[in-house]
């Protein structure tokens, strides 16, 4: 999931994971309807937009004359679609930030089919545990132990960097690539 970075207080960046839509000032979740953007001046938000079978995408929602600037430039039509590394700033407040890396997790994989792991080239069935590499997308095994093989596949974190790019494959101590701090 991508990320929402603030600096609150000057006591460090803070990093929250967003997950369907998230505020920035005074908005709520149930104020996605834009008309209510339109009467609540100062309000932004986050929305995420998916289709089927396609990643999502995240734009921020505001009133054309909110004061809210993207990367120093105002909004012109009361929508924008993020892109890694945006900075969102609000009228009179700090810069925040906008972030699409994620850390490697081991979840269930999903309902997909003939996908194969890389390394080990076997199909990677619906609701094993699995890892989709944040940087690659691309599906590995991770199964402490497999029941029909006896054995374990821990393909994603067999070496210590992705077979086909350059992310870590530490799950436990990850940490993100990309802070604000490096600004």
Not at 106 to 125: A, G, H, M, W, Y
């Amino acid at each position: 999931m991508p990320n929402f970075w603030e600096n609150l207080n000057d006591e460090g960046w803070v990093c929250t994971e967003l997950r369907e839509a998230a505020t920035l000032g005074d908005a709520s979740v149930e104020s996605v309807g834009y008309d209510r953007l339109r009467r609540n001046r100062g309000i932004a938000l986050l929305y995420r937009c998916k289709s089927k079978g396609s990643l999502a995408a995240w734009v921020l929602l505001a009133p054309c004359d909110a004061g809210v600037l993207v990367n120093g430039a105002p909004f012109e039509n009361g929508i924008r679609h993020l892109t890694d590394r945006d900075a969102i700033r609000l009228r009179g407040q700090r810069s925040r930030y906008f972030s699409t890396e994620c850390l490697a997790t081991v979840t269930k994989f999903p309902d997909l089919e003939n996908v194969f792991c890389p390394r080990c080239k076997l199909q990677i069935s619906p609701g094993t545990d699995a890892v989709c590499c944040p940087q690659c997308q691309v599906w590995f095994h991770e199964l402490e132990y497999h029941q029909l093989e006896r054995e374990a596949r821990l393909c994603w974190s067999y070496s210590e960097k992705c077979s086909l790019c350059d992310q870590s494959t530490d799950i436990d101590g990850a940490e993100f690539r990309w802070t604000p701090e490096s600004l």
